[in-house]
């Protein structure tokens, strides 16, 4: 589904655009490297 499409329909669209942006520029490798350090230590404790 595209939400650029139903954001562009609403009334504050710049404001919806620049959250929306700044969702999309967090960064998920950081949290990935943590699940891959909490899996890692599970395995060796088990």
Do not use: Q, T
Request: with cysteine.
């Amino acid at each position: 589904m595209n939400f650029g499409l139903l954001l562009s329909n609403l009334p504050h669209i710049d404001e919806s655009r620049v959250c929306y942006d700044a969702m999309l520029s967090l960064k998920p490798r950081e949290s990935h490297r943590f699940a891959a350090f909490w899996l890692g230590l599970k395995a060796l404790v088990s």
